[in-house]
Nanobody
Framework: QVQLVESGGGLVQAGGSLRLSCAAS????????MGWFRQAPGKEREFVAS???????????AYADSVKGRFTISRDNAKNTVYLQMDSLKPEDTAVYYC????????????????????WGQGTQVTVSS
């Protein structure tokens, strides 16, 4: 089992940047594929980005069309942490951002559906003002 704790959210003006972090407990962080999702008030949780299993030499990433070219997902297995670098932020990026983990052990797949993930963090608020 893994526990996930997000940090790095806050209030930023449109066009600004934030970097979210998700720290995972346990010693098998590299066994997990990781993802970021977000949920705005009154809306369903939606996929933002995902990154493949951490045991390979090459990582694969996937992004929602709405964030492609502006957000970058990365992972540091030595620090048990996955990041979401968010640039050129827009007011429509305002949401609670959640980190998620899927126990895969190995593979290059990336996962876009929330029901494909096994563990979730508590979320961190991101607010982008216009």
């Amino acid at each position: 089992q893994v526990q996930l704790v997000e940090s790095g959210g806050g209030l930023v003006q449109a066009g600004g940047s934030l970097r979210l972090s998700c720290a995972a407990s346990g010693r098998t962080f590299s066994s997990y594929a990781m993802g970021w999702f977000r949920q705005a008030p009154g809306k369903e949780r939606e996929f933002v980005a995902s990154i493949s299993w951490g045991g390979g030499s090459v990582y694969y990433a996937a992004y929602a069309d709405s964030v492609k070219g502006r957000f970058t997902i990365s992972r540091d297995n030595a620090k048990n942490t996955v990041y979401l670098q968010m640039d050129s932020l827009k007011p429509e990026d305002t949401a609670v951002y959640y980190c998620a983990a899927r126990n895969v052990y190995r593979g290059s797949d990336v996962y876009r559906r929330s029901d494909e993930y096994d563990y979730w963090g508590q979320g961190t608020q991101v607010t982008v003002s216009s």
